[in-house]
């Protein structure tokens, strides 16, 4: 790792949206990203660049967040509340 300038965004985003689309070139692929609500700002802002340009490729997204989630990298997406089991059912 080196010391230097940060990378530009939009070329971060790119490079990440061209890697998923040529993956589902031969099969669909499904991002999945656990505990998003760690990412850092610049990762959530990548992330939700490349999911705005998904519409046209066999890429499916899934970010699993705890509450609460920043609300600066995910007020864009659509959003399925999912709790626990109750214990019975989880025994």
């Known amino acids: 790792m080196e010391a230097g300038p940060a990378p530009d965004r939009f070329l971060v985003g790119l490079a990440a949206l061209t890697l998923?689309?040529?993956?589902?070139?031969?099969?669909p692929v499904l991002w999945l990203v656990d505990?998003?609500?760690w990412l850092d700002v610049e990762?959530?802002?990548?992330?939700?660049?490349?999911?705005?340009r998904l519409y046209a490729?066999?890429?499916g997204m899934?970010?699993?967040?705890?509450?609460p989630a920043p609300a600066h990298a995910f007020e864009q997406?659509?959003?399925?509340?999912?709790?626990?089991?109750?214990?019975?059912e989880a025994g």
């Open 57 to 59: 490729d066999r890429v």
């Open 77 to 88: 997406f659509s959003e399925v509340s999912v709790g626990g089991l109750p214990a019975e």
């Open 20 to 27: 998923l689309a040529r993956a589902a070139e031969e099969r």
């Open 35 to 37: 505990d998003g609500q």
């Open 62 to 67: 899934l970010v699993a967040v705890r509450e």
């Open 43 to 52: 990762s959530g802002r990548v992330l939700a660049f490349v999911s705005r």
